[in-house]
């Protein structure tokens, strides 16, 4: 089940890095690696910490779920939920799209 998971993550992972600028998209898919995870978790935990003091000048709440899903990468128990709220981030953005594309 967890295969499961990760692929799932994986997927919507290289659907947002796609739509990224070729600078960031390589950025993210650096840090996907297997080989960038002690590069990966660090970061993560600051911006988890960032997002946490989001009321603070700089810092901001944008912080927690980009940390969040980072640390998905490697912790089990968080690749379902964030695999679930990747979905449902997607489908939101193809709705939108469409929407704009309509009018």
Same mark, same amino acid.
């Given at each position: 089940?967890?295969?499961?998971h990760?692929?799932? =993550?994986?997927?919507?992972?290289?659907?947002?890095?796609?739509?990224?600028?070729?600078?960031?998209?390589?950025?993210?898919?650096? =840090?996907?690696?297997?080989?960038?995870?002690?590069?990966?978790?660090?970061?993560?935990?600051?911006?988890?910490?960032?997002?946490?003091?989001?009321?603070?000048?700089?810092?901001?709440?944008?912080?927690?779920?980009?940390?969040?899903?980072?640390?998905?990468?490697?912790?089990?128990?968080?690749?379902?939920?964030?695999?679930?709220?990747?979905g449902?981030?997607?489908?939101?953005?193809?709705?939108?799209?469409?929407?704009?594309?309509?009018?």
């Open positions: 089940m967890r295969e499961d990760q692929a799932e =993550l994986d997927r919507h992972f290289a659907w947002f890095e796609g739509r990224l600028p070729p600078r960031p998209a390589r950025l993210v898919g650096w =840090l996907r690696k297997p080989s960038s995870r002690y590069a990966r978790i660090p970061l993560a935990i600051l911006l988890i910490v960032g997002g946490v003091f989001s009321f603070l000048p700089v810092l901001g709440l944008w912080m927690l779920p980009l940390g969040l899903l980072l640390f998905a990468q490697d912790v089990p128990v968080l690749q379902q939920p964030m695999a679930r709220m990747l449902w981030v997607e489908r939101k953005w193809i709705a939108r799209q469409r929407a704009k594309s309509a009018q």
